[in-house]
C-alpha cells in the first residue's frame, strides 16, 4: 500500500498538472536538441547565442550540459530558476519544502492559481513549459533534517547530468539554519556554492560565491550585512517578522544568476561577495579569504588541500590560453597565494567598508554568559530514565 | 539587551558542554543526555518559582520535540502545541520553535508556525555554542515571545479561552 507521504505527492503532482492546464492552454514548443544561433522568431536561443558572436562568451551551448541547484525557490529562488530556465540551463534541480500562498503574490513568478500546490512542483510546472529543454529534478523536504540532509548531500554529488557532482549550487534560502546546512554540505563534497540573501527590512541583499578552502566559507565568521544607514533605534519590528519586495529579491536573484553564469561559462569576473543597500544605491565588493579557524573541520581540510596545490592550478574560473595576466586593479582579488610569502591569517576579517558582521562572538568564548546554574554535571541516569523522568514532570 | 527577568531565568539553567549534533552518533547520545538534565533543571525552577509553562518529550533519537505549552491570562490557561526538529547543525544554529496551531495567525511568525525571535536571540545563541541547549531556547525564544504575543492576541479576539474537555488529565 502506498504511504500517506506518497499519496500526498501523487496528489501534489496531479493538482500541479492540473494548474498547469489551466493556467497554459499554448502548446508546449517542440524539444531542440542543438542550440542554434540563426535569428528567426521561432529561434529562442538565437539572442543567447549573438553574445558568442559579439565575442562576449567563447562556447554559449557549454550551458546545455550544465547542471544548477537551487536550494529554496521562494522570491530569489523562483526568479533565479526562471532566468537560467530562459538561458537554456542543462538541469535544474529545485528544493523547498514549502507551499505557494497568496501572501507570496508580492514577489515575482508565482500566480495566485498556484496558491495551495508545493512550491517546487509549481514552478517546475511554469519552467517546464517556458523551456521544455531543461531537465528539471523537484525535491520537496526540508534539508536540514537529519532524514533529509543526507539525501540533499546525495541529489548534489550525483545531480549532474551524467550523474556527477552538480556544476553549482545556489542557496536561496531564507534562514540562518538552512544557509548552514548547505554550507556543511558543500563543505563535506567540496563543492562550489553562491551564497544569496535579502535582509529581513527588505532593503539589502547580497551574494558570496564560496569555494571550499578558497574563498571564506559561510561558517568561517557570523554573517555579513550591508549597512542599511538606517538606525537601529528607529527600525520597528514590531508586529512583524520581515518585509519583502520585489525589487530587492529580484535585483539579488539578477546578481546570483549574472554570476553563475560568468562562472558557468567563463567570462568576465565573478564577484566574491557582491553587496546591495538599496537605499543609498551602494554595491560594495570584496574578497573573503578563509578563517583557519573556522568552527567546520571540513573548511579546514579544504584549507589545507587548497594551500597544498601548487600555484596558478586554481583561478576561480576557467582561463582561456589568450586571458590577460591578472593585473594590480584586480580588485576583486583573486590572487595567486604564494607559498613564499608566509602571509599569517589573524581570525580578524578583512571587510569592505558598508559591510558588517551581524555580531561578533569573543575570541575567548570559554567565559560563558554569566550563569548561577552551574554546567551540567555527568548523569548516572541512562538517557532513557532521563527521558521517562521529563516525561512524569 | 535581554530583559532582567529572563536573564536571570536564563542563568539558573545549566550550561551543556558537548557540542554534538545529530549526525555525531555517540556524543550526540551525550549531548541529549545534557539536554534532559539541563531541561529537566529548568522545569523545577518554573515549578518552585510557581511559574510552570512547558512540558516538552522527544523521539528516540532526540532529533524530533513535542509538547505543550500555556499562558495564564486574566485566571485561564491558553494551552498551544509546540514542536521543533533538531537541525543537522545544532548547535550551532538553535531549534527553529514553532507552535503550529498559530500559523498564520499573527505576523510574528514564520511559515509553518515558527516563531519569531528578538535580534538578541541569534548573537546570544551564537556566543554561547555549545552551551545553551533546547531549555535555554525556550527561556530566551519562547517565553519572552508568548508572553508579548498571547496577551495580544487574546484581545484581537484571534485566541479564544477553550474549556478542557477532558478533566482527567
Ligand atoms: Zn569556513
Redesign the interface.
Known sequence: MASVEELQRKVNELEAKLAAAQGNVVPMRQKIDVMSSEVVDSNPYSRLMALKRMGIVNNYEKIRELSVAVVGVGGVGSVTAEMLTRCGIGKLILYDYDKVELANMNRLFFQPHQAGLSKVDAAAATLQAINPDVSIETYNYNITTIDNFQKFCDSISKGSLTDGPVDLVLSCVDNFEARMAINTACNELNQRWFESGVSENAVSGHIQFIIPGETACFACAPPLVVASKIDEKTLKREGVCAASLPTTMGIVAGFLVQNSLKFLLGFGNVSHYLGYSALTDFFPTMSLKPNPQCEDSYCRTRQAEFKAKPVAVELATEVTEDAKPIHDDNEWGISLVDENSPEEETPTLSLVDGVQVAYSIPVDNSTPESSTGGAVAASELSLEELMQQMKSM | MVDEGTRKT????????TKAG??DKELW?TR???E??????Y??NN?EADNDWF????DK???KWFGKCWYIHNLLKYEFDLEF?????YP??AP?LALPGLDGKT?????GGKI?L??HF???W???VP?FGIAHAMALGLGPWLAVEIPDLIEKGVVKYQEKSEEAK
Not at chain 2, 36 to 41: D, E, G
Open positions: 536564563l542563568s539558573s539553567i545549566p550550561l551543556l558542554k545529530p549526525r547520545t541529549l543526555k545534557e534532559y538534565q539541563a531541561l529537566i533543571k522545569v523545577q515549578k512540558r516538552l518529550e522527544s533519537t532526540g532529533t526538529d533538531i537541525p543537522i547543525t550551532t544554529t527553529e505576523a510574528k511568525m514564520y511559515r519569531c528578538t535580534d541569534k548573537p546570544l551564537a556566543r554561547n552551551r
